[in-house]
């Protein structure tokens, strides 16, 4: 669970500023080409949210492509085999620090991200299943219209080409008129209001009403609610849901003028029900012509605009042209460097930077060593048995500093039985593998991986690696400096596949000093083609 918190947590970081681009983009061609008509715009809005709500997805594991430059060459020391007694040292060039990407470490406020999220979500949806029922119950509690006010509606539904089979009904639990579905739509028409409506007023309300049904506003405004349930907290998501709401009001007073033909007696009408109901309650699910009050304004100047179309239909062919550049726009966006990465833990910068932790003496007993490490609580069974399998108090104080927590007998069983010290552990936990478990610490130590090295390499922007790519490196000799050597060329990402098919295809550090000299812009695929031809050494 806290892994996929941190991957959607990334993953939404990463694309924020694609996010906002996007959206900035469509807010800024529909202010540039006043033309575009209200439905048009209510799609393009659509898309921007649907593009908003796949980027977390394109990003969360994305190679990224920045250059970092090298500082001058310093001398460090690197832990060798155990076969090898003496130290060996040599010079490999360090990255200057970067403040991006930043790494996500693991903790507590993750879980009250998620729980804040979970929160948010399951109230959005409590109120759309409330409105739901309450539309149910308003719409058996209604009653049909007088002959006059179902003879104007019938010709409406005739005169707009309406497909659905839509009814009108009359309540007296409703305080403004409202366009509901789903699956059998009908226009509500509020019982105490409907004597004080004009002519004129009452076919302006029958024609909005009949745009929302006509638009299927029903089903795109039960999908927008969902969505914002889902991504609500996304700040571009969030202000897009309001562009398409506010877009939708908008396409149904075009509807109503391209009908009725005239925008002044319309934009009256409108400042009218505003003045008798627009401030009461509206449910959820349901749209209508008295929305929002704090658009009446707007709505209004635009219905007198003389330059404006009132047209109903969207051009298809803008949204389309608009779409194809917004995915360029997303194409572009998504090979520039991550902002963040996961992370267990933060990793250590170097190996040679790190501080060797001293031999741990605890004082006591076994068992009080067991106390203090906070095993106060295991069985008489479970002792003794870590006392057969070698289990000592200097290990129950390792495992304690080690950064693991509060493990389970067995685990510390299978870990001295197969030598992993506590040391070794602590280095694990400190090397940033993604997804490590007790397990995974053993079979590393099985496979001869050096913690530290990973450390190094993840210290250079690369991966992070999971456990099963860091012993794939290992078993194939991958070693750190071939990592030095690609950051040095201006690499910043390397898959583990990518990095052992690379070294078994004879790449080496001095490979890729040979191919920078040409220039930063080979790929990786061409530097081993390169070597294979005998191009570069």
Not at 336 to 342: D, E, F, K, Q, T
Request: charged share 20%.
């Amino acid at each position: 669970m806290s892994y996929i918190v941190r991957a959607a947590l990334a993953g939404m970081l990463n694309s924020l500023w694609i996010a906002a681009a996007l959206a900035a983009t469509v807010w800024l061609l529909t202010r540039l080409v006043p033309r575009t008509n209200a439905a048009t715009r209510h799609l393009l809005w659509w898309a921007v949210l649907a593009l908003v709500m796949l980027l977390p997805f394109r990003v969360a594991d994305r190679p990224a492509t920045r250059r970092f430059v090298a500082t001058p060459v310093r001398i460090i020391e690197t832990a060798l085999p155990p076969a090898i007694a003496a130290p060996v040292h040599y010079a490999v060039r360090l990255p200057k620090p970067a403040i991006f990407p930043l790494r996500i470490p693991a903790g507590n406020w993750l879980k009250l991200v998620a729980l804040v999220w979970l929160v948010f979500c399951l109230a959005h949806l409590l109120r759309i299943a409330w409105s739901f029922l309450h539309l149910q119950r308003i719409k058996r509690s209604s009653h049909a219209p007088s002959d006059m006010v179902l003879g104007a509606f019938q010709s409406w539904v005739e005169v707009c080409g309406i497909r659905r089979p839509v009814r009108i009904l009359v309540s007296g639990r409703i305080a403004s008129p409202m366009a509901t579905g789903f699956w059998r739509p009908a226009v509500i028409l509020p019982e105490t209001l409907l004597a004080q409506f004009q002519d004129r007023e009452l076919d302006h309300v029958l024609l909005h009403e009949l745009a929302h049904v006509a638009r299927r506003d029903d089903w795109s405004n039960l999908a927008a609610r969902g969505l914002t349930a889902v991504a609500g907290l996304h700040p571009v998501a969030a202000w897009a849901l309001r562009q398409i709401g506010r877009e939708r009001e908008l396409a149904c007073d075009d509807w109503v003028v391209s009908m009725a033909g005239e925008a002044r007696p319309y934009a009256a009408s409108l400042a009218r029900l505003f003045e008798l109901c627009g401030t009461r309650y509206r449910t959820v699910l349901a749209t209508g012509m008295a929305g929002s009050a704090s658009h009446l304004g707007e709505r209004i100047e635009i219905l007198l605009d003389g330059r404006r179309q009132f047209t109903p239909r969207a051009s298809h062919t803008r949204v389309a042209v608009t779409a194809a550049a917004l995915l360029l726009l997303v194409a572009v966006g998504t090979r520039a460097p991550r902002w963040a990465v996961l992370a267990q833990s933060s990793p250590v910068p170097s190996s040679a930077a790190r501080r060797p932790v001293g031999p741990v003496k605890p004082q006591g007993s076994f068992l009080a060593a067991l106390v203090a490490a906070g095993y106060r609580d295991l069985p008489v069974d479970e002792i003794i048995s870590l006392k057969d399998h070698g289990v000592t108090a200097e290990f129950l104080a390792g495992i304690g500093e080690s950064g693991w927590g509060r493990m389970t007998a067995g685990e510390m069983i299978e870990l001295r039985t197969h030598g992993v010290s506590p040391e070794y552990l602590r280095q694990v936990h400190e090397a940033g593998f993604l997804q490590v478990a007790i397990r995974d610490a053993v079979m590393l130590h099985q496979h001869g991986v050096r913690p530290e090295t990973i450390a190094e390499i993840h210290a250079l922007g690369f991966g992070p690696y999971t456990p099963g790519q860091a012993i794939e490196l290992a078993s194939h000799g991958v070693p750190a400096e071939l990592f030095h050597a690609a950051r040095e060329a201006g690499f910043t990402r390397m898959e583990a596949s990518d990095a052992i098919s690379a070294y078994s295809h004879g790449v080496r550090p001095g490979t890729f000093r040979a191919a920078d000299e040409y220039g930063s812009h080979l790929s990786l695929q061409q530097i081993v083609r390169l070597k294979q031809a005998g191009v570069i050494p």
